[in-house]
């Protein structure tokens, strides 16, 4: 039984068995943001068609919200990401009130973690923190108490089939003003590690000065995913720094500039080769913002991933 559910169509095992590195090749579709919002069902033939077998949904939710994908009611989308063999194991649902100390409504996670399960992830991934908190001073107190919030939303989603992991930018990065460390390391110490995985954007941590094989090491098995995003080399300056510290958050991300996977300046090979002993099972090809024609540039990461890094 465990040998025929790890087969994939055309005989290929879900793991590659040199390397043990996962063969489906996903995409977080909010990097199609503006064609998905255009025409989803087409955006998806032609992600599909390109190759991609998993995709990362992600969702903006509002207070009475229509639980609805780029207009397609989550029924829909399920038939067609079905229709397309396409699946997908994770989603980025936002938890602004729950994560916002003196509010923590449970609204947006009850709503949220219904369509996560109607789609049949396996994760429900909470992208960033408030908005508030992107600027804040960053606190070894704020951060437990995301840790608190998370191993709740944990217990809850454990009823709905469902593991919960966050997925990190640049801010969780900066030196604590209350404590040593980072506001990263408090959440892996003080999350239950049997429920509360991490979503590794290999951009934005090394973007922040850190190495994403010394984060695998830290916490082994609690990785489930990688955002694979390439650096522009012409552009690889750090962003948490000294000099850096008196600017706000969208002007800090106005400076990164992306690149399609393998053109870059991140060894992947490097990254990849400690991924399997950091519990990685889904590949994740993103990239922010696209000055390229946009099927074209995901098609080239793509091929990356499947000739370069999987082989």
Known sequence: MIAAGMMLPGGLSAFAKENGLP????????????????NAKETLTRIAKIGYQEVETY???????????????????KALLKSLNIVSPSGHYGLNHFLTKGNEKDDELKAQVEYAAELGQKYFVVPALPFPEWDAPATADYYKFVSDQLNKAAEYCKKSGLHVA???????????????????????????????????D??????????????????????????????????????????????????????????????????????????????????????????????????????????????
């Open 23 to 38: 063969k489906k090749i996903g995409i977080q579709l909010y990097t199609m943001r503006d064609q998905l919002d255009k």
């Open 166 to 200: 966050y997925h990190n930018h640049f801010w969780e990065f900066k030196p604590l003003t209350d404590a040593t460390g980072t506001g990263y390391e408090v959440m892996l110490k003080n999350t239950d590690k049997s429920s509360v995985f991490f979503e590794l």
């Open 59 to 77: 969702y903006g939710y509002q207070p009475g919200d229509p639980g609805k994908f780029w207009g397609l009611p989550v029924k829909e989308l």
């Open 202 to 311: 290999c951009f934005w941590a090394i973007k922040s000065g850190f190495d994403p094989v010394k984060l695998f090491a830290q916490a082994p098995g609690r990785f489930f995913a990688l955002h694979v995003k390439d650096i522009d080399k012409a552009k690889q300056e750090v962003l948490v720094s000294p000099e850096n510290a008196n600017k706000k958050a969208m002007e800090l991300l106005s400076m990164a500039s992306f690149a399609d996977v393998g053109t870059g300046a991140v060894d992947f090979k490097r990254i990849l080769a400690k991924a399997p002993a950091a519990g990685v099972k889904h590949l994740y090809v993103e990239q922010d913002r696209i000055v390229t024609e946009p099927f074209q540039s995901i098609t080239n990461s793509y091929k990356y991933v499947r000739n370069t890094l999987l082989k």
